[in-house]
């Protein structure tokens, strides 16, 4: 039988008195060889639980495909390391996550279809979802509690009353769920609105909120909901998230261990979002979409209680305080900082320009008209679109319909410049030095926007390309995904030389480490581009901030020789990188 049942107004757990105390950790942004740390540290705080998300973009990034469950995606062992830390877990498989994550973890193959009714009971969208459902549940039931496991509930859908009234479609997930084995509680999560909560929840599942102040109102407006239960927040927002060019948003601990201690004197049980947020590794952070469009920044520390690099905060000390007075909090030390690597200074002295060298990255695609990023089969990354333009002279050149999301433009190999999405370009004024110019569009996914009815947004060009008026046709697209560990293996690498030309480049060097431990790799003089080091992705840099620095989990590095990798997009007058022991995710905006 499932180990976790509700009463008129609380949660029995094996037939005894329980009130859920969790928090979010998202195996998929922490290193698999730091979860079982990560873990600790949440019971060290006081946490009885923990929770996740399941991005079913990753999990099955083809139709066809078996799904993936290695790696940075092994969920079978990170369910198992829960329990062996004696920790709980809700489990929240979407299908929708949004979780500011790549197109709300949706996979690109599905939301590439215009025809199909996202979230919705059409029946193409829910037939995906089953088949995707028949493939991740197997592995997973031996690790819920009816078997024993630490999976005590698993939430129906995300917040769906903010984003329609289906209610079939949401009865049609809790019955693949039910009819797959699944035999634990079910619960919905909507923000704590009325109309949201009578949109997205269901007769029978439980309902619960997503809120992180106004306490007693929101909790007012759960229980005028659903008239006796469990009144449970989900989401406990201490700390947000940011966007390039935005500020680095930071809460309080005190004012969120205030509101903490008045949900639980409430009686009401608790899921920290997040515990610990971790990182968009590569190409996996999400977007928003509402006036414009705005990506999310590679660091998902989100001003958590145990920072990106999985030392406790201030407010890890202040809501393991507030937790103490509500619930047991182990008798045991508060973990201390992990160590960090010496700075260290890096000098990448090999070259290769991106776009002489393309047709080594992603084989050409001939078309008429320049197809999308979709069209092209790719997920993520970049495209490098080709074309002649049959005339010289100023003028303009016309993107119908855009560019998704950032297109660089060349023209004859020399910088021509730059559209952007979040800025609703379509036009560019040029000099067309001869007729029979070459002229190169090399577009970057920054983002699949992971909320609101702008999922699936294609990428790439969005449509025919002009030059005064004159339509551009026979183009070579070459898809340039660049997401793995052998990313820039294919193309030629020179030495770097004293200076470096304003183009797409490949950089490359090695540095010598002693003892592997966690670092920031600092990029002073660099404006745009991804990292690697020793092939695992760290993801995106942008001198835009607000993030300064990436991320470097020490289980990349190794005892030795380490090679770091750049992308960079713009060129640079330097050849070093400082890995630091100190993080700058940019000034602090509460």
């Not at 205030?258 to 952070?285: E, I, K, P, W």
């Not at 045991?332 to 200074?345: C, F, I, Q, R, S």
């Amino acid at each position: 039988m499932p180990a976790l049942t509700t009463t008129s107004d609380g949660f029995l757990l094996n037939g005894e008195p329980f009130r859920i105390v969790s928090g979010a950790l998202h195996y998929f942004r922490v290193h698999p060889e730091q979860w079982a740390d990560r873990l600790r540290k949440a019971r060290l705080m006081g946490l009885n639980t923990v929770e996740t998300y399941v991005p079913w973009n990753l999990h099955q990034p083809d139709p066809e495909g078996p799904l993936v469950l290695d790696g940075l995606l092994d969920l079978p062992r990170y369910l198992r390391l829960a329990g062996q830390e004696g920790l709980h877990v809700l489990l929240r498989p979407g299908p929708f996550i949004c979780a500011e994550w790549d197109g709300g973890g949706l996979p690109a193959w599905l939301t590439a279809d215009p025809d199909i009714r996202l979230r919705s009971s059409d029946p193409r969208f829910t037939g995906a979802v089953d088949r995707y459902l028949d493939l991740l549940l197997p592995p997973l039931l031996p690790h819920f509690a009816a078997s024993g496991g630490p999976v005590i509930a698993v939430q129906v859908e995300n917040e769906y009353g903010a984003y329609g009234d289906d209610t079939a479609y949401v009865r049609h997930l809790a019955d693949a769920l039910r009819s797959r084995g699944v035999e634990e509680l079910l619960f919905t999560c909507d923000q704590a609105d009325p109309a949201h909560l009578a949109a997205g929840s269901l007769p029978g599942v439980l309902a619960t909120g997503t809120f992180g102040s106004r306490i007693e109102q929101s909790l007012t407006r759960l229980r005028a909901h659903q008239s006796e239960g469990p009144l449970m927040c989900t989401e406990f927002w201490v700390g947000w998230f940011d966007h390039w060019g935005g500020p680095h948003h930071v809460r309080d601990a005190a004012d969120a261990a205030a509101d903490l201690d008045r949900l639980l004197s409430a009686g009401a049980s608790v899921n920290l979002y997040m515990f610990h947020g971790g990182t968009n590794f590569g190409f996996t952070n999400g977007a928003n979409h509402h006036h414009a469009y705005a990506p999310t920044v590679t660091s998902y520390d989100y001003d958590a209680p145990l920072t990106e690099w999985g030392d406790p905060g201030p407010k890890y000390h202040a809501l393991r305080e507030v937790i103490a007075r509500h619930a047991p909090v182990p008798d045991e030390p508060v973990p201390a900082p992990g160590p960090k690597l010496p700075p260290t200074e890096v000098t990448l002295d090999r070259r290769a320009p991106l776009l002489p060298h393309a047709s080594l990255l992603g084989a050409p695609v001939r078309a008429e008209d320049p197809p999308t990023m979709h069209a092209l089969g790719q997920r993520a990354g970049f495209a490098l679109y080709r074309t002649s333009v049959p005339r010289s002279g100023d003028g303009l050149l016309r993107f119908a319909g855009g560019v998704g999301d950032r297109a660089q433009v060349f023209v004859d190999g020399a910088p021509a410049g730059v559209l952007e999405r979040e800025r609703h370009d379509e036009t560019l004024p040029v000099r067309i030095p001869r007729p029979g110019a070459t002229l190169e569009v090399l577009v970057e996914n920054m983002g699949g926007v992971n909320y609101g009815s702008h999922i699936g947004t294609p990428k790439g060009l969005l449509g025919p390309v002009s030059f005064e008026g004159t339509a551009l046709r026979d183009w070579v697209c070459h898809p340039l995904p660049l997401d793995g560990p052998d990313a820039a293996d294919a193309v030629p690498f020179v030495p770097a030389g004293q200076a470096t030309s304003a183009v797409p480049a490949f950089h490359r060097g090695t540095f010598q480490v002693a003892a592997p431990a966690d670092a920031f790799l600092a990029l002073p003089g660099w404006t745009k581009g991804q990292a690697w080091v020793n092939g695992f992705p760290l993801g995106r840099y942008w001198n835009r901030g607000p993030q300064r620095t990436l991320y470097v989990p020490a289980p990349v590095l190794r005892p030795g020789a380490n090679e770091l990798l750049l992308l960079e997009l713009h060129g640079t007058a330097s050849a070093r990188i400082l890995l630091t022991d100190t993080p700058d995710l940019g000034p602090a905006q509460s």
